[in-house]
């Protein structure tokens, strides 16, 4: 494409700066230099997907070895692609402007399930075949990875390796394999032999599965040369792990703009419902010195004037005051503030942070999830009523008068009473606003209460649970505002359509990659963003399939049925979840990591983890 | 403590960055020359940072300027070139370290060379319509109305040459704080009263200049 050309195509386009790349930061290589060409493809738009730390390590990664490059791709936004198709235009990489069908390797992440029509969506846009069995010699490989690969069954059909876990040593492992067989003249099919053999790699089109007359999968059969169970990469010492020093820094206004460092991986408190406190065991943490020199090395080399700390819940990194500390040494001097997402509320260091002028709070904002002790106590969140009315009581007298409440509908077990109690609760945070005596003059309390309907994952305890049906859910939505009497609380909920068909692609398996292709055939993408949500093109795509998709979201599953997920190994064992599950329909919680091992089975990925400490 | 006016090219994919992004990326270029500057005071402080003129999205430059305060005296305008040039993405060349000469406020006109695919029979009926009397076109007012205005009153130098497929329009209109003339205005008002479509406009800002036409330093 020439400049000319590049200029007419972005003339009329909103927002072209998400198009143009050169940004600083963003690598450009001599691509006759280059044996192996990847296109990392983020399936939503350029706002999101810079906003995501994966892609900027994978990004950094890759380009680091001499013999690839990598090239960030994102999903047009309608202006862009009705140009594109009118101009019979493939889809283009953003830092050499080449058409991604001439790449070696086309890359999606697989941040959530509302995605998946994009994925296709953009394979179309590129001019790839869509289904991986009308891919020729000449086609990309298309591989997927992040949290929904765990599962990663409705897209079997369309993708031809997915990475699970950790990408840092995978990544220059399946390269490294392409570039030796590339060299040796190898056929597509005799390097996907190749790719199978190395850890972490799973590929679909070597696997068969049958379902039996009551639709559940019957079994899996595999090729002689590809293992029965697939287990996930992790990185043992995330002290040596690749952390990139540099991202690009994005010209334009993004979601999350501001330099990110990670400080551990996994979690150790064992909420039911999450699955990606499951999916990243076994806990691993960074030690601070090295947190500090790379977040440090990040800021100098992007600019960026906020810092966040990135984890699945950053109070209980074990040396957060000695990390924030050395850090304080330099981001007070250069004005960087520190932000810190993620904090619990039974140990939220409320009195740290008040010493901390950098530490940037924005909104008060905690994850309760649910109302009653009892369904708390179900979904194993360990947190008291009365550790959530203290930690609002302090924050008020420190000045605040908002505050944001994360809830959940829809949990197994759920009654009304415990629907009832999200109000209640609501309520009782109100009312201790206005009996303190020292709060602040003038002002009264905003509470906003933020209740989305549960979705049973892969991975979890609750993975055999049936999820509300939407009308249950939109029946406790009215139940629930029907009990708020106070101006001063705020509810906001989500569509249960669209959590519905998150639940069904959830703990999908391959008979759902047919609705999917017919779904985007009738024009379904940006599945997440409500203006594009077309959930009666979704129920025509259903339909059209044969596919009833209450079977998958809806249905109460037995511990003895095969799971689509089940030939995936993340190291927690099926046995612990079982566990899991039965003790929480007895209303029991399980102590964390720290307080006991309950052997949930991760440790044996990495003896050298886990904070047993 | 004294102010420097850095001078940069804006060209090629930067063209697609708009004035307040460009603001957001100065900012961060900044931090990472590590220079000593000067924060504004207030509740939320921030480097002083001072643009000559906002360029419209889309268009490039070669003349753009913005001027910033130095806490170092002891800094020469080299050094300060050297940590700039450092850290600028491809799309954007610092041309120039210097001491400001001319205010910024005292900036009047631009100068613009505007290109675009132009029929050779179409050439005559542009000409004839830039270089008359009357040209009338059409400005957003800051309530958000539009008036008539004729062009040609702010309108200080026009001239059209061809190169292959494209003419090549060169102008010198009103620009700065008080009247400021964007030069799609005029291609607007050819497509109006000429029926002549000037899609596909590139525009190039060549430089800065004061009321008595003498160049911006």
């Known amino acids: 494409m020439t400049d000319q050309e590049f200029h007419e195509l972005l003339s009329g386009v909103q927002k072209p700066g998400r198009y143009c790349g050169g940004e600083p930061g963003s690598v450009v290589k001599e691509k006759e230099q280059v044996e192996v060409r990847f296109a990392f493809c983020f399936p939503d738009t350029y706002e999101v997907g810079m906003s995501h730390l994966g892609i900027k390590i994978l990004y950094g990664l890759m380009n680091r070895l001499d013999y690839a490059w990598c090239e960030r791709v994102f999903a047009p936004a309608e202006d862009l692609e009705t140009q594109l198709r009118a101009r019979g235009l493939p889809l283009f990489a953003l830092e050499s402007r080449d058409p991604v069908k001439e790449f070696d390797f086309v890359g999606f992440t697989l941040q959530y399930e509302l995605s998946y029509t994009n994925i296709l969506n953009m394979l179309d846009l590129a001019q790839i075949p869509i ?245 708390r106590d179900v979904i194993n969140k360990n947190i008291t009523e009365e550790d959530i009315l203290g930690s609002c009581v302090k924050a008020f007298r420190n000045g605040r008068t908002s505050v944001k409440l994360y809830f959940m509908i829809g949990l197994p077990t759920e009654t009304m009473e415990d629907v009832e109690g999200i109000a209640i609760l609501a309520q009782k945070i109100v009312d201790a606003f206005y009996a303190l005596p020292e709060r602040p003059k003038g002002k009264g309390v905003q509470v906003s209460v933020s209740v989305s309907s549960f979705v049973p994952k892969p991975f979890t305890p609750f993975q055999w649970e049936p999820q509300d049906t939407m009308e249950q859910l939109r029946r406790k939505q009215e139940y629930l505002l029907s009990c708020v009497h106070s101006k001063k609380i705020r509810v906001s909920y989500h569509d249960p359509a669209t959590s519905f068909l998150e639940g069904v692609l959830a703990r999908g398996d391959r008979r759902l990659c047919d609705v999917i292709f017919a779904a985007w055939k009738r024009g379904c993408k940006f599945d997440s963003w409500s203006e594009y949500f077309h959930p009666e093109l979704w129920q025509e795509a259903f339909e059209e399939c044969g596919i009833d998709p209450a079977f998958y979201a809806n249905r109460k599953r037995e511990f003895s049925e095969i799971l689509p997920w089940d030939g995936i190994d993340y190291g927690v064992s099926k046995q612990f979840f079982v566990r899991e599950n039965e003790r929480a329909h007895q209303n029991m919680t399980t102590p964390n990591c720290r307080q006991q091992c309950t052997g949930c089975g991760a440790a044996s990925l990495c003896k050298e983890a886990c904070s047993h400490a | 403590m004294r102010d420097v006016r850095i001078w940069f090219e804006k ?207």
């Open chain 1, 131 to 375: 289904y991986s069995r009308d891919r020729g010699e000449d086609d990309p490989i298309v591989v997927a990875g992040g949290p929904c690969a765990c599962n990663g069954e409705p897209l079997a059909d369309f993708i031809d390796i997915f990475c699970l876990g950790e990408g840092e040593e995978m990544n220059v492992d399946l390269l490294e394999c392409y570039r030796r067989c590339k060299r040796q003249g190898m056929s597509r099919r005799e390097f996907l032999r190749e790719a199978a053999k190395i850890g972490g790699l799973y590929v679909p089109s070597f696997y068969r599965v049958s379902y039996g007359a009551d639709k559940t999968i019957d079994r899996v059969e595999h090729d002689e040369a590809v293992p029965a169970t697939v287990q996930k990469r992790i990185v043992r010492d995330l002290d040596t792990m690749y952390y990139p020093e540099a991202f690009p820094v994005p010209f334009i206004e993004i979601i999350h703009d501001r330099a990110v460092a990670e400080i551990f991986r996994g979690c150790i408190r064992g909420c039911r419902f999450c699955q990606a406190g499951f999916l990243y065991r076994p806990v691993r943490e960074k030690s601070p010195a090295v947190i500090d020199r790379q977040a440090k090395m990040l800021c100098e080399a992007t600019g960026y004037d906020e810092i966040s700390l990135s984890s699945l819940s950053t109070s209980d990194y074990t040396k957060l005051p000695e990390l924030l500390e050395s850090m304080l040494q330099w981001t007070d001097r250069d004005k960087i503030n520190i932000s810190l997402p993620s904090l619990r509320i039974d140990n939220f260091p409320q009195d740290l942070i008040q010493k901390i002028q950098s530490v940037r709070q924005s909104g008060l904002t905690f994850a309760p999830e649910a109302g009653t002790q009892r369904m």
């Open chain 2, 11 to 217: 060209r090629g994919e930067t063209r697609y960055i708009s004035h307040l992004d460009l603001n957001r990326f100065m900012l961060r270029a900044l931090r990472r020359t590590r220079l000593p500057i000067w924060y504004t005071e207030g509740y939320n402080p921030h480097p002083y940072l001072s643009f000559a003129l906002p360029l419209s999205l889309g268009f490039e430059s070669v003349c753009e300027s913005v001027d910033l305060r130095i806490l170092d005296e002891s800094c020469t305008n080299e050094q300060v070139l050297e940590r700039f040039s450092a850290v600028m993405p491809r799309g954007i060349r610092v041309t120039a370290v210097t001491d400001p000469v001319m205010k910024q406020k005292e900036i009047a006109m631009a100068d613009y060379l505007v290109s675009f695919p132009l029929r050779e029979e179409d050439t005559d009926t542009v000409w004839n319509f830039v270089s008359g009397e009357h040209i009338p076109a059409r400005k957003s007012t800051k309530k958000g109305e539009e008036k008539q205005i004729n062009l040609k009153e702010h309108l200080h130098g026009v001239r059209l040459e061809r190169e292959g497929e494209n003419a090549l329009l060169s102008l010198r209109l009103d620009a700065g704080c008080v009247v400021n003339i964007n030069p799609m205005l005029l291609l607007d008002a050819i497509r109006e009263q000429t029926g002549i479509d000037c899609s596909g406009a590139s525009v190039l800002r060549k430089q800065m200049l004061n009321a008595e036409g003498k160049e911006f330093r």
